[in-house]
């Protein structure tokens, strides 16, 4: 079976171990960085050169239009990239889980930060709040801000940036992230992006040990986005799971058993019906 990685890091730890995986079980594995020029139509893309699957774990413009390309000549990519893309914009996923009825956090869409600095209130709930970039990637905007001094410092400094207002969730200081692989699922802990507690690492849960309710959230987010392969990001509000974020095909870092996971989803032909698979 030929396996294709959009990416523009082939060494990542997760990647290069799926990699080895398939390789061992004598599967052909490409990488293409959407973003160089080799990744242009070519041979590999076209219909006679298509791999049998592309794992889409690049997100930039550029890989989703190569995505949307495969697509069209009939591949399979996983995640789609109308997915992938879906979750890069966080006032669509906020407008999305919403009306999905998954709990999140309420949330403000402006087309610029400086807006902030007029009118009203800049968000239902007062300070504190959650400033983030509209657009997810690489070196984006995530504060908490207090008041309206610390508005109009963040404001100076990203006036023209595209954010989203969220009402901030009071929590331990720690992200649970969970990740879910074909319906199954791994479990991370990570310092929150704002309010982390001191003294570094905490072991992560085993999944058998999480609220079942927190694994069913997890998985119906899966159903409601679209997605294959993904990260959702928990906060725990008083004994109840609020999602903060959603990622598409995210960077899985420790979880035993991520890699060979995704290898076999890869391999998997899928049947009628969203997100279903057979072997």
């Not at 050169?49 to 995505?67: I, M, N």
């Not at 879906?86 to 919403?98: G, H, K, M, Y």
């Not at 400094?157 to 692989?181: A, C, M, P, R, Y």
């Not at 109840?240 to 995210?250: G, Q, W």
Request: hydrophobic share 40%; net charge negative.
């Amino acid at each position: 079976m030929r396996v294709c990685l959009l990416t523009d890091k082939p060494d990542h730890p997760l990647l290069a171990a799926v990699s080895a995986t398939l390789v061992g079980a004598e599967h052909r594995v490409t990488f293409l960085d959407p973003d160089s020029g080799a990744a242009s139509p070519s041979p590999l893309v076209t219909p006679d050169g298509l791999a049998d699957v592309y794992l889409l774990k690049a997100h930039t413009p550029r890989a989703l239009a190569l995505a949307r390309f495969l697509e069209g000549l009939g591949a399979r990519v996983v995640n789609s990239a109308a997915a992938t893309e879906l979750c890069q914009d966080r006032s669509r996923i906020a407008a999305v889980a919403e009306g999905a009825g998954l709990p999140m956090p309420r949330t403000r869409t402006l087309d610029a930060l400086s807006e902030a600095l007029h009118g009203a209130e800049p968000a239902e709930s007062g300070y504190p709040l959650m400033v983030k970039s509209r657009h997810s990637r690489r070196a984006d905007l995530v504060a908490r801000v207090d008041g309206p001094d610390g508005l109009r410092d963040l404001a100076s400094k990203w006036s023209d940036e595209s954010v989203v207002l969220q009402e901030f969730v009071t929590n331990s200081g720690w992200d649970h992230k969970l990740w879910v692989i074909a319906g199954e699922v791994f479990t991370g802990v990570r310092p929150a992006a704002v309010g982390a507690p001191p003294g570094g690492a905490r072991p992560a849960p085993l999944v058998r040990d999480l609220p079942q309710d927190w694994t069913r959230l997890a998985l119906r987010t899966g159903e409601v986005f679209g997605l294959d392969v993904y990260g959702v990001d928990l906060l725990d509000r008083e004994g109840a799971p609020v999602v903060v974020d959603i990622n598409a095909f995210p960077g899985i870092r420790g979880p035993e058993g991520a890699p060979e996971a995704l290898a076999a989803l890869a391999l998997r032909r899928p049947r009628p019906g969203p997100h279903s698979y057979e072997t």
